[in-house]
């Protein structure tokens, strides 16, 4: 759950929302940037930015809970997170993306290098869709973040959206 703009009431509010339909559907539900969030609402887990607390603080409020880190484009951030024990390291934007301003741009090298460091789930993220998702996959991606293409997509509604991607 990604809401930047949302009060913390609201996130609360439509966190219990999507915790339900998580749970229904058997899908893991991870709360981005904010760990106290993401145990008042009993997510899942947090996805954690670089400049969001640090995995040990984060493990001290959720305990076995998922913590996964962005890592950008950096194998260095990836062999901390690793050491850290983060359970998956998130690289990108792999592509132009509307979601944020992409700082970092990834290549799929990095999912390569990731791989033979480790065997925690790689997480691809930045401008992933139905043209481009599959190279993602195909080279060592575990799992995909996909936003925009989902949500905001002028073309198809979400379910189509999702549909094109199988």
Known sequence: MRLKKYSNKQ????????????????????????????????????????????IKEARKILGKKIIGITCHNSIKLAKKAIKAKADYIAFGAFNETKTKKAKYKASIRILDQAKKLTNIPLVAIGGINSENYKILLLNNANFLAISSYIWNNKKYKPLEALERLK
């Open 11 to 54: 996130k609360i509010l439509i966190g219990k929302k999507i915790k339900k339909i998580c749970k229904k559907y058997k899908v893991n539900f991870l709360v981005n940037d904010d760990p106290f969030l993401s145990k008042k609402i009993d997510a899942d887990g947090c996805h954690l930015g670089q400049k969001d607390m640090n």
